[in-house]
């Protein structure tokens, strides 16, 4: 079975430019995550679908992030236009079950995003 | 902020010696997971820890809980030179189950 699957893997893009990254769930997975980790911080969340729709955007930076998840199946972040502070890794995960309590989360490879 | 602060941030140890690393919270939980992200790759889950237990066991892998001190450690016995990794510990909150808190990580480095 396939794990959770990101492109591009990694991702140079001058300041002002457009990303858009992509995220395959495990098939079945209805709750997808996104995370961040920039400069060597924390981890952070960003947002959480269930199926298509958005149920926790609590974590987005600002407008200039987009996320959709067309269909519940992948889902894609948009940066537009990229900042040198989003510079970072994007991590995308999924689960099965409605909530952590004993639901493992399953975690993408991740898209490292460099801006210049 | 709710984010789990693990400690220390950084941890150099001889190849066979235990590391120890710890975890401390701001809220109360639902559980504490603890994952490991090799350089340049994934998050990798390697053990969950409910509020109400104290200990769990993985193989070379021990962690502690103590939800009265809102804090958790994580062993790993007899360390190869493959355990050098960051190792980041998440909690879920109460009252949200649906959102992890991460540290900034303890980077470990297993010298052969």
């Known amino acids: 079975e396939a794990g959770v699957t990101q492109f591009p893997s990694h991702s140079v893009i001058e300041k002002g430019q457009t990303v858009t990254l992509r995220c395959d769930p495990i098939?079945?997975?209805?709750?997808l995550y996104w995370y961040r980790r920039v400069m060597g911080k924390e981890i952070k969340f960003l947002l959480h679908?269930?199926?298509?729709?958005?149920?926790?955007e609590s974590g987005m930076p600002n407008n200039r992030f987009l996320a959709e998840r067309t269909g519940g199946t992948y889902s894609t972040l948009k940066v537009q236009p990229a900042e040198l502070e989003d510079s970072g890794v994007y991590f995308c995960?999924?689960?099965?079950?409605?909530?952590?309590?004993?639901?493992?989360?399953?975690f993408g490879e991740g898209s490292w995003l460099t801006v210049v | 902020s709710q984010q789990g602060e693990e400690d220390p941030q950084a941890l150099s140890i001889q190849e066979g010696e235990n590391a120890t690393m710890n975890c401390s919270y701001k809220t109360s939980i639902n559980n504490l997971q603890w994952y490991r992200q090799n350089s340049g790759r994934g998050l990798v889950h390697l053990i969950l820890?409910?509020?109400?237990?104290r200990e769990k066991h993985s193989g070379r892998l021990r962690v502690t809980l103590d939800t009265s001190k809102k804090s958790s450690s994580l062993l790993i016995t007899a360390s190869r030179a493959a355990d050098t990794a960051s190792y980041f510990c998440a909690t879920v909150p109460r009252d949200n189950f649906n959102k992890f808190y991460f540290g900034s990580g303890t980077k470990l480095n297993v010298k052969p």
């Open positions: 820890i409910r509020s109400n237990e």
């Open positions: 995960a999924s689960s099965q079950g409605g909530g952590f309590a004993g639901n493992t989360i399953y």
């Open positions: 098939s079945g997975h209805d709750n």
């Open positions: 679908f269930v199926k298509e729709s958005k149920q926790d």
